[in-house]
T-cell receptor
Framework: DAKTTQPPSMDCAEGRAANLPCNHSTISGNEYVYWYRQIHSQGPQYIIHGLKNNETNEMASLIITEDRKSSTLILPHATLRDTAVYYCIVRVAGYSTLTFGKGTMLLVSP | EPEVTQTPSHQVTQMGQEVILRCVPISNHLYFYWYRQILGQKVEFLVSFYNNEISEKSEIFDDQFSVERPDGSNFTLKIRSTKLEDSAMYFC????????????FGSGTRLTVV
């Protein structure tokens, strides 16, 4: 089973920031936090990952709490094309399996 | 941007038939994976493949399934004697290394067993 807890759904207005939370209270010291998204039954798309520091790339920012028990994915200016299921996954570096949970269905509305 | 290519996009087969799903991973990637997603359910890991052999597999990946890298570019998933419950989206993925980088997934093959 997935080691993360996410809300089943969230709404966001187009142009606003979308903040998607994830709880991973049992995360181990050698586990990274990954975020993927899946747009309408397409293949999952890698977004970002982090270990303990906050990370930013061209798609999103990842904020990890100091105790590493939770994180937030931030899409700074959500667009309609960001409507998707977002998955938060913890994974040991060097281990191949990604264990997907149910994720958060983000609906971006005009 | 490099892509993982899967063919066909949709395959319909009769129960009991064999199917081969094809994938072309990104050219400099060394690790290859198959995942599946039954309609309305979670994405599930099937198998990982490195250096011409299976490195990990899930309980789903039983003797009905096999994988192969028949040449330098293709990676295939064979399902023998398909069952109705094999109907799902099958996603291929690849990664440069077994490290911390994310995978690149293909757009999937929708398998329908009738």
């Amino acid at each position: 089973d997935a080691k993360t807890t996410q809300p089943p759904s969230m709404d966001c207005a187009e142009g606003r920031a979308a903040n998607l939370p994830c709880n991973h209270s049992t995360i181990s010291g050698n586990e990274y936090v990954y975020w993927y998204r899946q747009i309408h039954s397409q293949g999952p798309q890698y977004i970002i990952h982090g270990l303990k520091n906050n990370e930013t790339n061209e798609m999103a920012s990842l904020i990890i709490t100091e105790d590493r028990k939770s994180s937030t994915l931030i899409l700074p200016h959500a667009t309609l094309r960001d409507t998707a299921v977002y998955y938060c996954i913890v994974r040991v570096a060097g281990y191949s399996t990604l264990t997907f949970g149910k994720g958060t269905m983000l609906l971006v509305s005009p | 941007e490099p892509e993982v290519t899967q063919t066909p996009s949709h395959q319909v087969t009769q129960m009991g038939q064999e199917v081969i799903l094809r994938c072309v991973p990104i050219s400099n990637h060394l690790y290859f994976y198959w995942y599946r997603q039954i309609l309305g359910q979670k994405v599930e890991f099937l198998v990982s493949f490195y250096n011409n052999e299976i490195s990990e597999k899930s309980e789903i990946f039983d003797d009905q399934f096999s994988v192969e890298r028949p040449d330098g570019s293709n990676f295939t998933l064979k399902i023998r004697s398909t069952k109705l419950e094999d109907s799902a989206m099958y996603f291929c993925a690849s990664s440069e290394a077994l490290g911390i980088k994310g995978y690149t997934f293909g757009s999937g093959t929708r398998l329908t067993v009738v």
